[in-house]
């Protein structure tokens, strides 16, 4: 089975602090995404990845930055976390070609 | 641009009845895949089913079958003897093998509650 692991289900930060969510799977797949997710929007892309070293900008990336230096792990980072940044944040992963996206569980992030 | 949009935020059926959750897309590609995620409440997000659009014949995994009807662009999920543990987010989704990322682009979901 594909495994997708999120470092912590739930976080607690202050505003300005620097917060790392990381993100890893374990079938060796190409494209890692990021995605956060809030009620009445959906999902929403904040960064992807489709190689090692390689990043695209999702549609919500301001505030945000990844890395990607292994190809089983994929890191989201606020550089410097707000209150509007309080969301479930989403990871997942997909072979190439695609058939399908496999998430992790989730990391719910609340800033205070 | 993609979008896709499920215009129905919330929805309850009775156990064993059936249950249709709507979705429709815009797109100007032509080979594309479609998508239904189901999220259970405090669970990991998984698939439900995929529909390719090549694919005439519609996609089908045991209680759960779609309606693609790609003129119309409409991608309906039909969930018959509901059960209590389909209570979930259920998600459309599109991708659209584009670029290296394909990337999904998805549905703002739709709250089923499955009524004992």
């Known amino acids: 089975d594909v495994k997708v692991t999120q470092s912590s289900r739930y976080l607690v930060k202050r505003t300005g602090e620097k917060v790392f969510l990381e993100c890893v799977q374990d079938?060796?797949?190409?494209?890692m995404f990021w995605y956060r997710q809030d009620p009445g929007l959906g999902l929403r892309l904040i960064y992807f990845?489709?190689?090692?070293?390689?990043?695209e900008k999702g549609d919500i990336p301001e505030g945000y930055s990844v890395s990607r230096e292994k190809k089983e792990r994929f890191s989201l980072i606020l550089e410097s976390a707000s209150t509007n940044q309080t969301s479930m944040y989403l990871c997942?992963?997909?072979?190439?070609?695609?058939?399908?996206?496999?998430f992790g569980p989730g990391t719910r992030l609340t800033v205070l | 641009a993609q979008t896709v949009t499920q215009s129905q935020p919330e929805m309850s059926v009775q156990e064993a009845e059936t249950v249709t959750l709507s979705c429709t897309y815009d797109?100007?590609?032509?080979?594309?895949?479609l998508f239904w995620y189901k999220q259970p409440p405090s669970r990991q997000m998984i698939l439900v089913i995929r529909?390719?659009?090549?694919?005439?014949q519609n996609a089908t995994e045991n209680r759960f079958s779609v309606n693609f009807q790609k003129a119309a662009k409409s991608f309906s999920l039909k969930i018959s003897d509901s059960q209590l543990g389909d209570t979930a987010m259920y998600f459309c989704?599109?991708?659209?093998?584009?670029?290296?990322?394909?990337?999904?682009?998805f549905g703002t979901g739709t709250s089923l509650t499955v009524i004992p």
């Open positions: 079938m060796d797949h190409e494209n």
């Open positions: 990845s489709y190689d090692v070293k390689m990043k």
């Open positions: 997942a992963s997909s072979p190439r070609p695609v058939n399908e996206q496999f």
């Open positions: 989704a599109f991708m659209a093998p584009l670029n290296t990322g394909n990337q999904f682009y």
């Open positions: 797109t100007s590609e032509n080979n594309y895949y």
């Open positions: 529909q390719e659009a090549y694919k005439q």
